[in-house]
């Protein structure tokens, strides 16, 4: 029997998108750093749209976890706070439902863009590392 190097995915949200690449660009080092083979790079609209592409990709035989970068900015109404927690809950149903690893990289609910340019690059790094350590428990 041939051991297979695990291949994760790596979905990311487009608004936002000069934030959301310089994460996608941090998360690639990363993955270049720690080893890891990435699969496959998608991109949707929002973080709205991260949880059925998710699931979706977590069902596929040959991914082994996958990583979502997102940013739900603070807005005037609680409408980014209501989709923060649909968002997460989704996420964390979809890794118990499948058995398999997501290292969520969303910033907020909630962040302004003065605070997701602070976090956002510690937060795409902190994503892969979760990803990498929760595989190797698994």
Excluded: W
Excluded at 17 to 29: E, F, G, Q
């Amino acid at each position: 029997m041939i051991a297979m190097t695990p291949a994760y995915s790596m979905i990311a949200a487009e608004f936002n998108k000069p934030l959301i690449d310089a994460m996608v660009a941090t998360a690639l080092a990363e993955f270049e750093a720690h080893g890891l083979t990435l699969a496959r790079l998608i991109r949707v609209p929002g973080a709205f749209e991260l949880p059925l592409v998710a699931d979706a990709e977590l069902a596929k035989a040959e991914v082994q976890g996958l990583i979502v970068l997102g940013y739900i900015e603070k807005g005037e109404t609680l409408h980014g706070e209501v989709m923060g927690h649909v968002v997460c809950s989704s996420l964390v149903a979809s890794q118990i439902r499948h058995r398999k690893p997501i290292g969520m990289g969303i910033i907020g609910p909630g962040a302004t863009p003065e605070q997701a340019q602070v976090r956002h690059i510690h937060c795409a790094k902190a994503a892969v590392a979760a990803l990498k350590r929760v595989s190797e428990l698994l």
